[in-house]
């Protein structure tokens, strides 16, 4: 184990901070080949035995989910009083991106709704929900394309089970809300706020409490005003994957090829 905790990066590299949460430091590392981002993590703050299998878990999944929409992972190691995991270094990720540009053209959001199916379907057939889907949780790549990022949440489906219910309160779905064992639906469901959000800049109307449970009668309300830029194929597309009921929600699987979501 290392005494001094930078005694981890090479010489001649340096760090700056870029993001900081009650657990963890992510710090853009400046490296010869290119830069990368690391993830400090303070074992002290990993106090009960849920955080500790949920920094494990973040690893795993990593280490586990390479796919051209996931962030790369490229390890993860510790000191005495620390754990690092380094992870591929994107510029800003799209909560920072819509607070600049507001609302996002329609065709980049159907865009980036396929890149984020396709990495969800990959979690999906790896046996893994991610349970956080949100803004800040995808990174932009100077290129312009997308990556999931974040699995601080994540687990196994054979594990929901025996989890405590997780997400961020506006992204979480009905089914969690309403107390029942989540499925890879949720993921789908946070993907279509995610939607809502790039095209209204505003999260849905019915998040914060007013959204039914999956069993009440009746369907979702839709503000259509707040999606009026929107297109006919991303209101086909959300209205999908936001429906209350989980087995009538759009399947992820099936975004590519709705014709809700067409790319060029």
Known sequence: ???????????????????????????????????????????????????????????????????????????????????????????????????????????????????????????????????DIKLENVLLSKQGSVHLADFGLAIRKESAAGVSAGGTRHCVAPEVKAGWVPGYEIDAWGLGVLLFELLSGAVPPFSYGRIGSPDSPGQQPFDTELLRSSSPRCMSLIKGLLQRVPHERLLVEDVGKSKACVVS
């Not at 870029?18 to 993590?41: C, M, P, Q």
Request: hydrophobic fraction near 40%; proline fraction near 2%; include cysteine.
């Open 1 to 131: 184990m290392h005494s001094d905790d930078w005694s981890v990066l090479p010489r001649g590299q340096s760090a700056e901070e870029i993001n900081s949460t009650g657990t963890s430091v992510v710090w853009r590392v400046n490296a010869v080949g290119g830069d990368y981002a690391l993830k400090e993590i303070t074992k002290a703050s990993l106090f009960t035995k849920q955080l500790r299998d949920s920094s494990a878990r973040e690893v795993e999944a990593l280490r586990s989910l390479q796919h051209e929409h996931v962030v790369s992972f490229l390890g993860a190691f510790q000191t005495g009083r620390r754990l690092f995991v380094a992870m591929a270094y994107h510029p800003c990720d799209l909560y920072q991106y819509t607070t600049s540009k507001l609302i996002v053209a329609p065709r980049t959001a159907e865009r980036w709704t396929h890149d984020l199916a396709s990495a969800l379907l990959h979690l999906k057939q790896s046996g893994w929900l991610h349970r």
